[in-house]
């Protein structure tokens, strides 16, 4: 959904990565020389702050709201807010060029690469970071927020990603809630289904491309993880990744190759809008985020739907360790930042009970805290944020590989993923991912050891 950042070989990445690499100076160096020579101030003699951020809309008032709220807490800091379209490509140049933002919001993915590069300020390097580093996030969200041993990051919301059921579809085939398990998901996923007098596809039940967003994501229903962290490598050809993809294959095969991918790709441009294909009912089954609930609101307030965790192996179920894929957005302070310290101050202000609650509930998330106030749930905006938040706190949840090569990695996926769509080998096409995944992590690994980083 967000443009990639920039390749290696780019520009921008070439910048940072040298500046990165000619002698990054320690944390409190760092913070000593910025506040000598850069700090800037409001009229009233504040200490501003420039925090880049890449929502916009309702989401993105929902963050200038805490913004605010922190501004007329106190009188020593002012923040102000900017809305930045490809936030981690920018960040990359700004930082690389001496003129960072003070605080930046990045997503989790992004944190391998900006760590092992030197580009953000470790929190647990400020004085009253222990608040944050003592069991105070749920456990996966802590993985997302460290890297290395270290705590980089805040968080800024987070979400899980869980199956969203058609409630009047459902009942059509005799069900209340949506299949709990692969093998009943492929029954109720064709008699779903409703063709035209020229067969086309009207209604699907269950498509793995309807939306094409979590390629990658498939394999961590028969939980594979993708990435071995004792071996640094990319698990793409184990077994489970494997049986992820025959399913894959064996789901289009079932529906017609050409029909469905054709079915799927009209939908393309009207995801999480008026038209989307799970609001209008075209399909009846889908894998989506808690911010569903939201668009459901907004463009179709009397549809009835149910939320389940995603869809395991049955042999695999446990109801009291759901399964699903957990990411996060972060606020980070960027190497170089003008005021580190009044920055630290914010992100913590973000970090607490209050304004993480408040963001959630504003976003429809579940809050990514170890502990949630009673408060939270009454009223939420979101009637299965409960469901979101189990597989956030879930002992099974995933999280995406702590690799810098994440995220060409993951782009690999989709075409591999189209390729078994339209009757591709399911081996082939995984080899294929696995070696060139392989090999920039591997490229990777080597200059940073060059580099000596993390």
Known sequence: MDA??????????????????????????????????????????????????????????????????FNAS??????????????????????????????????????????????????????GAESLTAGHYAPAIERLLTHGGRLWCGVNSCYTLCMYGNAQALREVGLEAPPATIEELDEVGAQLVRRGGDGRIQRAGFLQNVPLWWPYSWPLLFGDQLWSVEEQRFTFESERCRAAFRWISDTAERHGRAASNTFARGFERSMLSAGDPFLTGAVSLTVQGPWMANFARQYHPDLEYVVTPVPVPAAEIDANNPRGMLECDVLCIPRGAPHPDEAFEFVAFMQTTEAQE?????????????????????????????????????????VLPETRAWKPFSDLTVAAFDAVWMGGDVDTELSRVQARGQEIADTQAARRKRRGRL
């Open 74 to 127: 106190q009188e020593r800091i002012f923040v102000e807010r900017l809305a930045v379209a490809d936030v981690f490509s920018k960040a990359m140049v700004a930082i690389g060029g001496g003129d960072p933002p003070d605080v930046v919001g990045l997503f989790s993915w992004n944190l391998p690469a900006f760590a092992e590069a030197g580009a953000l300020l470790p929190l647990d390097g400020f004085a």
């Open 4 to 69: 990639p950042p920039p390749s290696p070989e780019s520009g921008a990445a070439a910048i940072w990565t040298r500046r990165a690499a000619l002698g990054i100076l320690g944390i409190g160096a760092a913070g000593v020389f910025a506040s000598s020579s850069r700090r800037r101030r409001t009229p009233d003699g504040r200490v501003r702050l420039r925090y880049w951020e890449k929502w916009t809309g309702s989401e993105g008032a929902a963050v200038q709201a805490l913004v605010d709220r």
């Open 358 to 398: 408040f963001l959630a509930r504003e976003h429809c998330k579940p809050s990514p805290l170890a502990e949630v106030t009673k408060e939270f749930y009454v009223g939420h905006p979101n009637p299965f944020v409960a469901v979101h938040a189990a597989v956030a706190q879930s002992p099974a949840v995933s």
